[in-house]
C-alpha cells in the first residue's frame, strides 16, 4: 500500500487529475497483488456508483442549478446587503451573509465562491479592496455552504460512514452560524485597519427589510423544509434529491415566474458536468478504499492512536491538523471518501459521536478548498479577479485563523454539533 501511496502523490504533484490519480494508483495496488482478479476494479467502480443513498448527490445538484436559474441568488443577495450591510468591511461582510443564505440553494463551496466572486469581486476591487483581501474572503465566507443542508459532503460522508444524514443536515446549522460569526469578526477587525467603510451608510426601512425577507423566503425555506421532511418520515435521504428538484421547479415556475425552457436547458446542461465529475470521482476512489480496507491500514492506524494517551479530543485533533495539511494537496471531496473509512472507526473505538466526528471531519477538509497548492475554490477566485495566488495566500491568513479556530473549538465543545440533532431527532 506504500507504493499506492507514493505513486498517488506522485500523480497529484505532476498535475495529473485527482480522479485519474485515484484511479491509476488503484489500479497499480491490483498489478502488485496478482493473486487478486483483475475484473474486481471494474466491479467497484459500477458498484460505488449503485448505492441508492447516492442518487441524492444529482438530485441535489441540478435543484441547485435549478434554483440558481429561478432568480433566487439576486433576491438573497439584496437580503445579505440588508443583513450584514451595515458592519464595516463592506462587501466583505455581504458575501459572507449570501454564502450562509446560499446554503440551501448550491450546497458546493466551489459553485458559490465563483458565482460570487463574479457577481461582488468587480465592485469590491472597484471600491478599493486589495486583490488578495478580496480573493480571501470571497473564497472562505464559501465554506458556510457545504455545511449548511444541503451539503454533498455529508450525503457522501453519511453514506460511507453508514450515519444519519438527517442528523448531519441538523448538526451542520450551529456551527455555520459559528463559522459566520468568526469569518464577520475577522473581516471586522482587518477592515478597520485598512479603512473599508460598512456596504449601507444608513439601516435599511422597515419596508425595505420586509421586502428582502419575502424574495429570499423561499431559499431560506429550503433547508427547513428539508429537515422537516426528513425528521417527520415524510421523505427518506435518498428521496429528499427528488423533492428538492419538485420544489426548485415550484419556486422557478410557479413563484418567480423566470424558469423558461431556455433556463430549464441550461440547468440540466450544467448539472451533467457537474454530476459526471463527482461521480466520476466517487467510482474510481472505490479502487484505491479496496486496497486500504484489504491491507487493513484502518486497523493499523486505530492501534497506532489507540495505544496513545491522547484520548478522544488529542487524538481528534490530531486528525484535524492532518486534514489540513492533507488539504494543500488533496480536494476535500477526495479526503472525505478515502479518510472516513480509515478515521471514522478510530473515532468510535474511542467513544466518539459519529455526528460530532462528521462535521468536524468536514468542517476541516472543506478548509482545503482555500488554500494552496491545489485548492479548487482558491483557483476559482483567483483566475476570475486575476489575483496572484501569493497575494491571495498572504491575505487570506486571518480568514484562515477564524476558521481553524472554530473547527478546533468544535472538537472540544460537542455539544455546538450536537445540540441541534439531539433537539429536532431525540
Known amino acids: 500500500m506504500l507504493v499506492v501511496a507514493i505513486a498517488f502523490s506522485v500523480f497529484v504533484l505532476l498535475g495529473m487529475p485527482v480522479a485519474f490519480a485515484i484511479g491509476v494508483s488503484g489500479a497499480i495496488f491490483f498489478v502488485l497483488n496478482p493473486d487478486l482478479p483483475f475484473t474486481i476494479p471494474v466491479q467497484l467502480g459500477v458498484s460505488q456508483t449503485q448505492n ?112 444519519s444524514i438527517g442528523r448531519l443536515f441538523a448538526a451542520g446549522f450551529v456551527p455555520a452560524a459559528l463559522l459566520w460569526i468568526a469569518l464577520s469578526v475577522a473581516v471586522t477587525v482587518t477592515a478597520r485597519r485598512r479603512g473599508y467603510p ?76 457537474d454530476v459526471g465529475s463527482t461521480m466520476f470521482l466517487i467510482a474510481l476512489s472505490a479502487i484505491f478504499a479496496y486496497g486500504i480496507v484489504y491491507e487493513r491500514v484502518p486497523d493499523t492506524i486505530s492501534a497506532a492512536m489507540l495505544d496513545t494517551s491522547f484520548g478522544l479530543n488529542g487524538v481528534m485533533l490530531m486528525i484535524v491538523l492532518f486534514l489540513l495539511v492533507a488539504g494543500f494537496f488533496i480536494d476535500a471531496t477526495v479526503l472525505i471518501i478515502l479518510l472516513t473509512p480509515i478515521f471514522l472507526p478510530l473515532v468510535l473505538d474511542l467513544g466518539g459521536d459519529p455526528v460530532h466526528f462528521g462535521v468536524v471531519f468536514i468542517v476541516a477538509a472543506t478548509i482545503g478548498n482555500f488554500t494552496p497548492p491545489v485548492g479548487a475554490a482558491m483557483y476559482a477566485v483567483c483566475a476570475i479577479l486575476k489575483c496572484p495566488i501569493a497575494d491571495y495566500t498572504r491575505e487570506s491568513m486571518p480568514f484562515l485563523a477564524a476558521v481553524a479556530f472554530v473547527a478546533v473549538l468544535l472538537i472540544f465543545i460537542p455539544e455546538i454539533v450536537l445540540s441541534l440533532p439531539n433537539l429536532v431527532f431525540g
Open 198 to 273: 460598512p456596504e449601507r451608510a444608513t439601516a435599511p426601512s422597515l419596508g425595505e427589510a420586509a421586502a428582502a425577507f419575502r424574495g429570499g423566503i423561499w431559499a431560506l425555506l429550503f433547508p427547513i423544509l428539508l429537515l422537516a421532511g426528513l425528521r417527520s418520515g415524510v421523505f427518506t435521504p435518498s428521496e429528499i434529491g427528488a423533492v428538492a428538484v419538485v420544489y426548485a421547479l415550484f419556486v422557478g415556475v410557479v413563484v418567480h415566474r423566470r424558469m423558461g425552457r431556455r433556463e430549464m436547458a441550461e440547468s440540466l446542461e450544467g448539472s451533467v458536468g
Open 52 to 163: 441508492f443513498a447516492l442518487l441524492a448527490i444529482p438530485l441535489f445538484i441540478l435543484a441547485g442549478n435549478l434554483m440558481n436559474s429561478a432568480g433566487i441568488t439576486e433576491k438573497l443577495l439584496n437580503l445579505a446587503s440588508v443583513v450584514a450591510g451595515r458592519l464595516r468591511g463592506g462587501l466583505a461582510q455581504v458575501t459572507i451573509a449570501l454564502s450562509a443564505f446560499m446554503g440551501g440553494v448550491s450546497g458546493s463551496a466551489i459553485a458559490d465562491a465563483a458565482m460570487q466572486s463574479r457577481m461582488l469581486g468587480p465592485e469590491m476591487l472597484r471600491r478599493g479592496v486589495s486583490k488578495g483581501y478580496a480573493a480571501g474572503i470571497l473564497a472562505y465566507s464559501s465554506i458556510l455552504t457545504p455545511i449548511i443542508p444541503p451539503g454533498i459532503g455529508f450525503i457522501i460522508y453519511g453514506t460511507i460512514g453508514q450515519v
